[in-house]
């Protein structure tokens, strides 16, 4: 059984950058892919990209390249998803999301609790 | 990027009757080698994240209850509800993983009629 737990919700000026840690437990955390998907208020999921430690680079989003930085730290268990030169339209909550097992970008039945970033001057 | 289309965009059910909801992707997500399809559905209520329902297309997660069920194979697929519950209001989402960016359809809102 994975647990993922975020870090506390963010508020940040325009053009500044976040930096958003998921800690995982249980499982075999450089084994299995995490990603990170994106919710505006009132709309839908969005795919950022996603990192199996084991295999080092992150995948990402056509949307998100260049502004998005995922990478994990085996020690201690934990990815982070870092996104630079935000704007109002970042405003979301931003969740970490995995399926807990050494089988590649799946489906997704762990989930963090969601880390809500505002942006706003 | 594989497009995902959900129908209708808001359903209204009463309770005790039937739900169903599509999902249809811009390309197959059935993958040949091992004759599964990439489709997973979601449930989300307000203020939590999405809860996984369905993977492989039709393979109901653990204590998801038998009233959800889903089909489809390809492009075309399908999630149904068979009797509606009060605690069943929510927003579906159905996602495909066959191949990165993974992608979901942009959700439909279910509600009691």
């Known amino acids: 059984q994975v647990q993922l737990v975020q870090s506390g919700a963010e508020l940040k000026k325009p053009g500044s950058s976040v930096k958003v840690s998921c800690k995982a437990s249980?499982?075999?955390?450089?084994?299995?892919?995490i990603s990170w998907v994106r919710q505006a208020p009132g709309q839908g999921l969005e795919w950022m990209g996603g990192i199996i430690p084991i295999f080092g680079p992150a995948n990402y989003a056509q949307n998100f390249q260049g502004r998005v930085t995922i990478t994990a730290d085996e020690s201690t268990s934990t990815a982070y998803m870092e996104l630079s030169s935000l704007r109002s339209e970042d405003t979301a909550f931003y969740y970490c999301?995995?399926?807990?097992?050494?089988?590649?970008?799946?489906?997704?039945?762990?989930w963090g609790q969601g880390t809500l970033v505002t942006v706003s001057s | 990027d594989i497009v995902m289309t959900q129908s209708p965009d808001s359903l209204p059910v009463s309770l005790g009757e039937r739900a169903t909801i599509t999902c249809k992707s811009s390309q197959s997500v059935l993958y040949s080698s091992n004759n599964e399809n990439y489709l997973a559905w979601y449930q989300q209520k307000p203020g939590q994240p999405p809860k996984l329902l369905i993977y492989?297309?039709?393979t109901r997660e653990s204590g998801v209850p038998d009233r959800f069920s889903g089909s489809g194979s390809g492009t075309d697929f399908t999630l149904t509800i068979s009797s509606l519950q009060a605690e069943d209001v929510a927003v579906y989402y159905c996602?495909?993983?066959?191949?990165?960016?993974?992608?979901f359809g942009q959700g439909t809102r279910l509600d009691i009629k």
């Open positions: 999301a995995s399926t807990g097992i050494a089988a590649g970008y799946r489906y997704f039945d762990y």
């Open positions: 996602q495909q993983y066959y191949t990165t960016p993974i992608t």
């Open positions: 249980g499982g075999t955390f450089s084994s299995y892919a």
């Open positions: 492989w297309a039709s």
